[in-house]
């Protein structure tokens, strides 16, 4: 499974980015997806995995209620979409994907910058 992660950027606090992640290969494999990220000088975080099947969706405490995790089947991709960022959410965001909760597959990082 190959993971390809866009839509990153610069953004000022209280604006919005959506980031999608395109999965290719045996996505069939594939029994949910996830975002992580990783801030300059800390250590890599969960912020939301969405089960494949069901698009049943588990936050991290410091998003929820200001990102949502969605999918799309038939394109094999996952969006998250940002609303009310915070400079605290500046960091490379990686999507990743796996099975028995395990994730085996990561794409590389798309950098979100949120400027105050």
């Known amino acids: 499974v190959q993971l390809q992660a866009s839509g990153g950027g610069e953004v000022q606090a209280g604006g919005s980015l959506r980031l999608s992640c395109a999965a290719s290969g045996r996505t069939e494999s594939m029994a949910f997806m996830g975002w992580f990220r990783q801030a300059p000088g800390k250590e890599r975080e969960f912020v939301v995995q969405i089960r494949w099947s069901d698009g049943s969706t588990y936050y991290a405490d410091s998003v929820k209620g200001r990102f949502t995790a969605s999918r799309d089947n038939a394109k094999n991709t996952v969006y998250l979409q940002m609303n009310s960022l915070k400079p605290e959410d500046t960091a490379v965001y990686f999507c990743?994907?796996?099975?028995?909760?395990?994730?085996?597959?990561w794409g590389q990082g798309t950098l979100v910058t949120v400027s105050s």
């Open positions: 990743a994907a796996g099975s028995s909760g395990t994730y085996t597959y």
